[in-house]
């Protein structure tokens, strides 16, 4: 449900701005046949992904998350309590991760806050603009960047530009646990 909302809200969007689906992939880095999949529910895109589409629309992440009538307002402050926050599961879609959306009512933020639990067969190598901070809450991360690996453990942590190519996957019995901040270039 929560793919078609996602899918359904670029289109909207990227129609009432006018765009045609070549534009709006230009503008995002994508090409135009993943951009179709992605608006008809074909392809879930990774976070980092989104925040490309986001970006191009001029909008932040979390307006494709929300049905029309929730979308967030430009507010100062957002307060999340635990446990709290739309829970994104991307499992069959090509990633196999679970993120925790967070201060998701924030509009125009620069930093995308969020908690991930990296799959244990993760394959997907990310590339994005920005820059990202991960910290280990539980568990065990294998991080793959640049072709080094790093395991990460409960407390380490690593701040990286994000247009060099990453991934992670969990490591042992149980899914690894991250706090995530994705910071985003604002385009000019």
């Given at each position: 449900?929560?793919?078609?909302?996602?899918?359904?809200?670029?289109?909207?969007?990227?129609k009432?701005?006018?765009?045609?689906l070549?534009?709006?992939?230009?503008?995002?880095?994508?090409?135009?046949?993943?951009?179709?999949?992605?608006?008809?529910?074909?392809?879930?895109?990774?976070?980092?992904?989104?925040?490309?589409i986001?970006?191009?629309?001029?909008?932040?992440?979390?307006?494709?998350?929300?049905?029309?009538?929730?979308?967030?307002?430009?507010?100062?402050?957002?307060?999340?309590?635990?446990e709290?926050?739309?829970?994104?599961?991307?499992?069959?879609?090509?990633?196999?991760?679970?993120?925790r959306?967070l201060?998701?009512?924030?509009?125009?933020?620069?930093?995308?806050?969020?908690?991930?639990?990296?799959a244990?067969?993760?394959?997907?190598?990310?590339?994005?603009?920005?820059?990202?901070?991960?910290?280990?809450?539980?568990?065990?991360q294998?991080?793959?960047?640049?072709?080094q690996?790093?395991?990460?453990?409960?407390?380490?942590?690593?701040?990286?530009?994000?247009?060099?190519?990453?991934?992670?996957?969990?490591?042992?019995?149980?899914?690894?646990?991250?706090?995530?901040?994705?910071?985003?270039?604002?385009?000019?």
């Amino acid at each position: 449900m929560l793919e078609k909302t996602v899918a359904k809200n670029i289109q909207e969007l990227r129609k009432k701005k006018k765009m045609t689906l070549q534009e709006l992939a230009d503008l995002a880095g994508l090409t135009k046949g993943y951009l179709s999949k992605v608006e008809r529910s074909i392809k879930f895109p990774p976070l980092s992904t989104l925040n490309e589409i986001a970006t191009a629309l001029e909008k932040d992440v979390a307006y494709f998350f929300n049905q029309q009538e929730l979308r967030p307002k430009d507010i100062k402050l957002t307060f999340t309590k635990n446990e709290q926050g739309k829970i994104v599961k991307t499992d069959g879609t090509g990633s196999g991760y679970t993120f925790r959306m967070l201060a998701e009512n924030k509009a125009g933020k620069n930093m995308i806050p969020y908690i991930i639990e990296p799959a244990f067969n993760e394959q997907q190598v990310f590339q994005h603009e920005g820059e990202e901070f991960l910290y280990v809450l539980e568990g065990t991360q294998e991080f793959i960047y640049d072709g080094q690996t790093y395991l990460m453990e409960k407390g380490d942590s690593v701040y990286f530009d994000a247009g060099v190519p990453h991934t992670g996957r969990s490591i042992g019995h149980k899914k690894a646990k991250l706090l995530a901040i994705m910071y985003k270039y604002k385009r000019l």
